[in-house]
Nanobody, 125 residues
């Protein structure tokens, strides 16, 4: 089992940047594929970024590709989400997620075994 704690959310103006961090504790962090999701009020949870166990493979949906970067430091048990050129439509609660299966990448909520508590990101226009 793994516990996930996000940090780094906040209020930023459109065009600005934020870096989210997710600290993991518990079982070996490097055994999990990791991902970030987000959820705006009244909307379904949406995939944002995924990274494989070694950090060599990443994947993004079209909505954030070229603006967001996921990375991980297995020595620090931490996964990051660098968000640049933020837009008001990026406003949501952002969740860190871990997949305990043998999948290389996890891109849907049903593939996730563990969730963090979420951190609010608000982008003002």
């Amino acid at each position: 089992q793994v516990q996930l704690v996000e940090s780094g959310g906040g209020l930023v103006q459109a065009g600005g940047s934020l870096r989210l961090s997710c600290a993991a504790s518990g079982r070996a962090f490097s055994s999990y594929a990791m991902a970030w999701f987000r959820q705006a009020p009244g909307q379904e949870r949406e995939f944002v970024a995924a990274i494989n166990r070694s950090g060599s493979v990443t994947y993004y949906p079209h909505s954030v590709r070229g603006r967001f970067t996921i990375s991980r430091d297995n020595a620090k048990n931490t996964v990051y989400l660098q968000m640049n050129s933020l837009k008001p439509e990026d406003t949501a609660v952002y969740y860190c997620a871990a997949d305990d299966s043998m999948r290389v990448l996890s891109t849907t909520p049903t593939q996730i075994d563990y969730w963090g508590q979420g951190t609010q990101v608000t982008v003002s226009s």
